[in-house]
């Protein structure tokens, strides 16, 4: 083999071709090397010494070993909550949380096991935290937000929506929910501009109004509802849940008249609307327009029964409230219309509560207290409310304040609410005291 053919063969071991240039290699080395004829002169090569044959390693560039990241490590602590191993998750998050600082995961795992613990507090305080290490992370405000307003926080929840809408400033729906929120803490100004803002960007939004009034009536803040309403019928002037909303948030305040024109608007517009006719019936009789509040409610109730569930338990309502109201001049009338009325639609629950109701009004009022004895054994919550009324205008405070506290527990905004409060006070019992 000549010199050059040698020289190529050692190379290509050197670099590790492969394991047949190896056996060239072996040959190559045994050969005596026989000078090829040259007219040049060379250089002389130095003498290389035989060694050990070795296998070559080939050459690489060096690379990091990957290892497994967040979401693979979040796995564990996942896994040692569903096996109820609360603790050892708890150990594994915060550990995570210290790895890795500018995660909310971990401060998010961490939060939703406090929850499962119903330690909310400390839960609100890692969903805050979430909140600091990324302004961004639209889970961490959701959860936040979620949270509380599971706990009623309401002011905690506007300062959260903020940081939201600052996010996200064009989301009608998340206008609309902060808005919501501004209803409830009875910051009217703010909720319309919020609703306004929203139909801006969305402008089927009558709804809207009509949800964030019925809101702020939810949480006892009438005027508020009676503001907000009044700037969503400058935009929806036809809107029907709008003026009732309003009449009823008047009828809260005791402004009897003003309710009156609200329900008297609704039926001008759509004289089918039997929750109308319920309201401006109920509203007649605080009046004292007895005659006129059983017309009302009779035609409450033919309306609602063709008109659905919902409608038609307040039908049976409007009727017992029909022969409360006959039964201010003639009590044989009420109970003439109550019995056609059962026996077209049964003993229900309503209907039962009317005959208390024209007993009261008769003067038997132990008669009136065993039909309100049987409804709310039933489970039918006005009973209570009439059932405390009726103690009460017997002298009887400490059961009627035992009953309008029962009934309170339960019922929360609305005319009989403010009804029992007032009834409440001047009894000389805080309302609020439950």
């Known amino acids: 083999m000549n010199q050059v053919a040698r020289r190529t063969a050692l190379l290509l071991c050197m670099i590790g071709v492969g394991g047949v240039l190896l056996s060239a290699l072996a040959a190559c080395s045994a050969e005596p090397a026989t000078p090829a004829p040259s007219t040049v002169t060379r250089t002389p090569s130095p003498t290389r010494k035989p060694t050990a044959t070795r296998t070559p390693t080939p050459t690489r560039t060096p690379r990091p070993t990957s290892g497994p990241g967040l979401d693979e490590l979040m796995e564990t602590p996942l896994a040692m909550a569903a096996a109820a191993d609360l603790e050892g998750a708890q150990a594994a998050y915060s550990d995570l949380a210290s790895l890795y600082p500018g995660s909310v995961e971990p401060l998010l795992g961490l939060s939703a096991l406090l929850q499962r613990q119903g330690d909310w507090e400390a839960a609100l305080d890692y969903l805050e935290r979430a ?32 940081r939201m809408v600052r996010l996200e400033p064009e989301d009608p729906d998340l206008l609309v929910a902060r808005a919501t929120i501004k209803a409830r803490l009875g910051q009217a100004d703010a909720a319309v501009d919020d609703l306004q803002a929203a139909q801006a960007l969305d402008p089927h939004r009558e709804y809207a109004w009509i949800n964030v009034t019925g809101a702020a009536s939810g949480a006892r803040q009438y005027e508020a509802a009676i503001e907000i309403a009044g700037a969503g019928l400058e935009a929806h002037p036809d809107a029907a849940g709008l003026l009732m909303e309003r009449g009823l948030a008047y009828l809260s305040l005791g402004d009897a008249e003003r309710a009156m024109a609200d329900f008297a608007a609704v039926i001008d517009h759509d004289d089918s609307h039997y929750s109308a006719y319920h309201w401006r019936g109920r509203t007649l009789i605080a009046l004292e327009r007895y005659d006129e509040a059983s017309e009302d409610l009779q035609k409450a109730g033919e309306l609602g029964v063709l008109s659905g569930a919902a409608g038609v338990n307040q039908a049976y309502e409007s009727m017992a409230y029909a022969a409360d109201a006959m039964a201010r001049s003639d009590v044989n009338a009420a109970f003439t219309y109550l019995a056609q009325q059962v026996f077209e639609y049964g003993s229900r629950d309503a209907l039962l509560l009317g005959y208390g109701l024209v007993r009261w009004r008769q003067g038997s009022v132990s008669l009136a207290l065993d039909y309100m004895d049987s409804r709310i054994e039933a489970g039918y919550i006005p009973a209570l409310y009439w059932r405390g009324m009726i103690y009460a205008d017997d002298g009887q405070e400490i059961k009627a304040v035992a009953d309008l506290q029962a009934f309170l527990a339960v019922r929360r905004f609305g005319p009989d609410v403010e009804s029992a409060r007032e009834l409440l006070e001047e009894i000389g019992v805080d309302p609020d005291d439950l």
């Open 131 to 162: 909140a600091e290490v990324d302004p961004s992370s639209w889970e961490a405000l959701r959860q936040w937000a979620l949270l509380l307003e599971q706990q009623g926080d309401y002011i905690g929840l506007a300062g959260v929506y903020d």
